[in-house]
């Protein structure tokens, strides 16, 4: 069955680290998010891209980064973490643009210290 | 202009209750809104959307009511079961009009339903 999986699933870290959370999905999904969560706010959208080689800034980007090599792969950096980047994260794809039917992995919690 | 309102915060019913959810927006140029549960631990899953040209939409026990006039939807759910205790989102994704935001989803804060047996 096609999937989409994040690791690690649980992560600290210190602050100033360099930290990549890994998402790989198999459904063969042009579109790939990545959101946060944090109480209170709901899922707030970091980059997303919609292909290979395109990378696009959501509403929270500043300290994240991503590229895209392959279809399968997104992976979300933080330069240099921050205990403000203590969150849930979740990483999304979809067959189309808007999200439609989307398909969330099971999150990362990241802790910042 | 981009946010979706989510109320209420928590809600608690009983089994067998009705389960009500609301959310309001101001950006016209939305036109898709999807509502997503999420269990603990898991990732959020798509449970039912609706787009603007109906009213109402339902699937089994759920029930999308949207007010495009007052620029509100609602999530219902009929005959509450324990094992629908979980968060709701709702959230709303903007159409072409959205211009380069096209397809950009917005949720809304999150309800924490919790259904006593």
């Known amino acids: 069955d096609a999937e989409i999986t994040q690791s690690p699933r649980h992560k600290i870290t210190e602050t100033g680290r360099q930290v990549t959370l890994a998402c790989h999905q198999t459904?063969?999904?042009?579109?790939m998010f990545w959101y946060r969560q944090d109480l209170g706010h709901g899922l707030r959208l970091i980059h997303y891209s919609y292909g290979v080689q395109d990378t696009n800034k959501g509403e929270v980007s500043d300290g994240y980064s991503v590229s895209r090599s392959n279809t399968e792969d997104l992976p979300l950096t933080l330069e240099s973490a921050a205990s403000s980047q203590t969150s849930v994260y979740f990483c999304?794809?979809?067959?189309?643009?808007?999200?439609?039917?989307?398909?969330f992995g099971q999150g990362t919690r990241l802790t910042v210290v | 202009q981009q946010q979706v309102k989510q109320s209420p915060q928590s809600l608690i019913v009983q089994k067998g209750g009705i389960s009500i959810i609301n959310c309001a927006y101001e950006n016209t140029a939305f036109d898709y809104f999807p509502w997503y549960q999420q269990f603990p631990g898991k990732g959020p899953a798509l449970l039912i959307a609706i787009r603007p040209d109906v009213s109402e939409k339902k699937e089994g026990r759920f029930t999308i009511s949207f007010n495009k006039s007052a620029k509100q939807f609602s999530l219902h759910i009929m005959d509450s079961q324990p094992g629908d205790s979980a968060t709701y989102f709702c959230?709303?994704?903007?159409?072409?009009?959205?211009?380069?935001?096209?397809?950009?989803?917005?949720f809304g804060q999150g309800t924490i339903l919790t259904v006593h047996p």
């Open positions: 959230a709303a994704s903007l159409g072409v009009a959205g211009g380069t935001s096209y397809g950009k989803l917005t």
């Open positions: 999304a794809s979809s067959v189309d643009r808007r999200g439609t039917e989307a398909f």
């Open positions: 459904w063969n999904h042009n579109n």
